[in-house]
């Protein structure tokens, strides 16, 4: 699902893509009014909108308007503000929800998953630890470990590994794949797959030639094996 995250606080912004990413969410983002109406006029169809209201060229409640006109996307208002009265006024208005900063990653994504359920969407909670045989991956702390010891795992390497995690169990097709790590653009480079997971086994595979955690569908995809 692809989200719009409208944040002007860098660091904010930063952490909140990042958690949103592991959950298996598209981000795209915008620091400012005006770019926030450009991603909404360009983005197409988007799922959610996560909204600050304190933007440095005009405030977040121009953003509400604008969207309301058009489209019925779930969208929260995440900001610092706690009059009671702007919270009823920006409810009112057709925010789905009102949560107040500092708030923590867990709330955010179940406020979420009950917006996106309200307008008829299931999202379940992203898998985001995995465990078996000797390797645990933990995508919230990037970090992957096999019989104990930490794994370095190249930035695209991880990314395959999380996409795969996040559906443990399930075949990810190659299409998919491909897009969800490389690109849109990318959706037949097959020979990226091949050469990425066979990296992947050589690091995280006891025995990679005959792959027990990272397995092949053969003409489908691949899949990771069910914790346990």
């Known amino acids: 699902m692809r989200l719009l995250l409208v944040e002007d606080d860098r660091e904010l912004r930063v952490t909140l893509r990042e958690a949103l990413a592991v ?13 926030a ?18 933007l440095p060229d005009g405030d977040g409640e121009e953003l509400l308007q604008a969207l309301r006109r058009e489209r019925s996307t779930p969208l929260i208002v995440i900001s610092a503000r706690q009059v009671e009265g702007q919270k009823i006024r920006l ?5 789905d929800d009102y949560l107040v900063k500092p708030f923590g990653i867990g709330e955010l994504l179940a406020r979420l998953r009950v917006a996106l359920r309200h307008r008829g969407t299931v999202a379940q909670p992203a898998v985001t630890m995995y ?10 702390a990037h970090r992957v470990r096999r019989d104990g010891a930490d794994v370095h795992l190249t930035p695209t390497e991880f990314k395959l590994l999380a996409r795969l995690v996040r559906q443990a169990g399930q075949v990810v097709t190659h299409r998919r794949l491909l897009a969800d790590v490389w690109g849109a653009d990318a ?9 990425y997971m066979a990296q992947l086994r050589s690091k995280l595979e006891a025995e990679p030639a005959e792959p027990c955690v990272l397995l092949t569908e053969p003409g489908v995809g691949y899949r990771i094996a069910e914790p346990g």
């Not at 959706?187 to 050469?195: A, S, W």
Request: hydrophobic share 45%; aromatic share 4%; net charge negative.
């Open 37 to 54: 109406m450009a991603q909404l006029a360009h983005a197409g169809n988007l799922d959610a909108v996560l909204l600050d209201l304190g």
């Open 91 to 95: 409810l009112d208005a057709g925010a």
């Open 131 to 140: 465990r078996r045989a000797g390797l645990e991956v933990d995508l919230t």
């Open 187 to 195: 959706t037949e480079q097959t020979h990226y797959l091949r050469l």
């Open 23 to 35: 959950e298996g969410y598209e981000v795209l983002t915008a620091a400012s009014l005006a770019d």
